[in-house]
C-alpha cells in the first residue's frame, strides 16, 4: 500500500505442556518457549511497529517465588529490545550463579521469564499517545494466583463509553476510558465475582482459606466468566488472557472481524493471529493449524486440558477482508492464491482501459504488498496476449511461413519493476513547499524500459488516501512519458471508515469520500450532504440496533466509474502531462477471490456490528462540523 496506515495487532500464546525439563533434554534449553515466543513476535512484526509487550507465567511456585514476568517497549526495535532486555537479565542470573546452567529446577526458581505460559503482543497504536503504559499486555494484579489477570489483544470496541459506564454503575472506578483497560476490568469483575462464589461454597465444604486456594483455581469456569464479561461487547477481537495460577484463553469476536488460529500436539498449545507464523515457527502442516471460530473461546487449564468453548452466538461471519489484502502475511497458502485471483480479476477492466494492446503495454506495480496482485494480473494478461497470437495465427494461416509464425510466437508481455520505494529517504523537513518536493522522491522510477507510445499500467493493493500517489508516484511515472498511465487498486473504493482496529477513522481521509463530495458540489446535489448531515444528526441519542447508515447516501446518486474518474483527476495535477485512469476492484470480485473474509464494511458500509452506523454516522457529522475528533 503507497499509502501507510496503522491497522491491527497481533497476539501470540504459547502453553508448554510438558515439564521444562523435557525442552532441556529434547532441545537443548529449558528457554525454549521464550525462543519460540521471539520467533512468533518477530514472524508477526508487520502488524507492530509501535510498541511490543511479553508476559510468562511459572507454574506451581512457592509463595514468595515470583512467577510472573513482564516486558514491554516503545523502543524503535521494541521486540529486539524487550528480548535483548530478557536474554540480558537471563544470562547476568547464569553469570552470578554458574550451578544454574544445567539445572532446570534452579534455573525455573529463580530465572526470570522462564515459564510454561507465555503470552506476546505486536502492537499497531491506532490513538492515544504511545507511551509504554499503553503497551499490552496489561496487568491486573492481586495476592491471589487466580485474581491475577494479563490480557493483550488485536481489538477495538466501538462502544467503550457505555462500558466504561457500565464499570461505574457496578461501583468500579476505572482509572481511564481506554477499551483495554475496560474491558480487562470487565473480566476482572466477573473473575473476582467467581472467586467470591466458589469460595462461599468451600467454606461450607469445610476448606481453610488456604487450602481453598488451589480449589478456586481449579474449579473456575473460564467459559462463563467471559460469557458474561463479553454480553455488551460491540467490535472486532481477538483477545488473549492469562490468570495467575495457570489457566489461559483467547477469545475472538461473534463475527469473525479479527483472525485467530491454533495449533496443538503433545509438546504445546499454540495461538497467533497468522496462520503461517504457527507453520513456519513449529513446522506445522497447514491442515494442522486451525482457525478459531467466531464467538468462541481456546480455554486451556492449568492441568494442559484444552477445550473450545462457545462464549457468544456467532453472528454472519464477516472477518475482515482487507486482512487477505493487505494485512496479513502472504505467504499463507490461502491468501497467496486469494491475492493472486484479485489481480487477475481486474484484468478485463484493464483491457478495455488500453484497448486490448497488451503489446504496447508495461505492467507493474507499486512495492511490495501489491507484488501478488501483479502476478495474477500478469498471468491473465498473458493468457489475453496467448488468445491475440492464436486468433491471429488462425487468420493468417493460410499465409503464414517460419518467419511469419517466429514473429508471432515471439510477442511476449512486458513486465517491468517500474516503481522503487526509496526506504532511506526521510521527509524531515515540516515547511510545506520543501516538503513536497521530499515527499515527490520518496518513490524511484527505472528509466528507459517504457516508451512513449506505451500504457503502463501499474498496480498497488489499495488506494486510500492517494496522498503518496499523487505526491510522489504518478509525478515519477510521468517522467517516462507513457502515453497513458493506468493506476489499478486490487480492492474496491474505501468509502466508510473503520471502527475495529485499523486506523481509517476519518471520512475527509479517503479519496473516494472527497470525489463524491466534489460531485455532488459540481451536479447541484449539494443539498444532500445537509440532508445526510440532518439525518445523522437526529439518531444521535438512538440505541445503536436501530441507528441506519445514511452516509451511503452520499455515494448513491453515482456509479462506482463515475467516482473512479474523479478521483483520476484528483490525483492528476497540470504537472502531469500524460492520460491517467485509475480501476478499482469490483466487491463482487472481492468476494469471488476472498470467499472466507466477507467483511467489506470499508467499501459497502454494511457494518458486521451496530455500533458501526453509529461511528461511520459520527464521523460524517465530525467532517461538516470541521470537527477532527474521533468518531468513537
Known sequence: MSDAIKHECGISVIRLLKPLEYYKEKYGTAFYGVNKMYLMMEKQHNRGQDGAGFASIKLDM???????????????????????????????????NPEYADDVALQKRHVPYVGELLLGHVRYGTFGKNSVESVHPFLRQNNWMHRNLIVAGNFNMTNVFKLFNKLVELGQHPKEKADTITVMEKIGHFLDDAVAKIYKKLKKEGFSKFEASPQIAERLNIAKILKKASKDWDGGYAMAGLLGHGDAFVLRDPSGIRPAYYYKDDEVVVVASERPVIQTVFNAKFEDVQELDPGHAMIIKKSGKTSIEKIQEPHERKACSFERIYFSRGSDAEIYQERKELGRLLMPEVLKHIDHDTQNSVFSYIPNTAETSFYGMVEAAQAELDKQKAAEILARRNELDEA??????????????????????????????????????????????????????????????????????????????????????????????????????????????????????????????????????????????????????????????????????????????????????????????????????????????VGGNRVVNRAFINYVEGNLKRAY
Open 62 to 96: 512457592e509463595p514468595g517465588e515470583r512467577y510472573i514476568s513482564r516486558q514491554r517497549s516503545i523502543a524503535q526495535q521494541p521486540i529486539q529490545d524487550i528480548f535483548a532486555q530478557i536474554n540480558s537479565r537471563i544470562n547476568q542470573v547464569l553469570l552470578e
Open 404 to 609: 511469419g509464425l517466429e514473429a508471432i510466437l515471439s510477442k511476449k508481455l512486458r513486465t517491468e519493476k517500474i516503481a522503487i520505494k526509496d526506504v532511506k529517504l526521510r521527509t524531515f523537513i515540516t515547511e510545506d513547499s520543501s516538503r513536497d518536493d521530499l515527499v515527490a522522491h520518496v518513490y524511484d522510477v527505472t528509466y528507459g524500459v517504457v516508451k512513449e507510445s506505451d500504457n503502463l499500467v501499474i498496480i498497488d493493493d489499495s488506494i486510500v488516501r492517494g496522498t503518496t500517489l499523487k505526491k510522489s508516484i504518478i509525478k515519477m511515472l510521468s517522467r517516462l512519458n507513457p502515453k497513458k498511465i493506468v493506476v489499478v487498486s486490487s480492492a474496491p473504493q474505501i468509502r466508510y471508515p473503520d471502527c475495529y482496529g485499523i486506523d481509517m477513522a476519518k471520512l475527509q481521509d479517503f479519496i473516494a469520500f472527497r470525489a463524491a463530495i466534489d460531485l455532488l458540489k459540481e451536479n447541484g446535489k449539494e443539498e444532500i450532504i445537509n440532508q445526510v448531515y440532518e439525518k445523522c444528526v437526529s439518531q444521535i441519542d438512538f440505541e445503536d440496533v436501530d441507528v441506519i447508515n445514511y452516509v451511503k447516501e452520499i455515494y448513491e446518486p453515482f456509479t462506482d466509474e463515475e467516482i473512479s474518474n474523479k478521483i483520476a483527476e484528483l490525483l492528476k495535477d497540470e504537472t502531469i502531462k500524460p492520460e491517467v485512469s485509475v480501476i478499482y476492484q469490483k466487491v463482487s470480485d472481492l468476494h469471488k477471490a476472498c470467499p472466507k473474509n466477507l467483511g467489506d464494511w470499508y467499501f459497502t458500509g454494511d457494518y458486521p456490528t
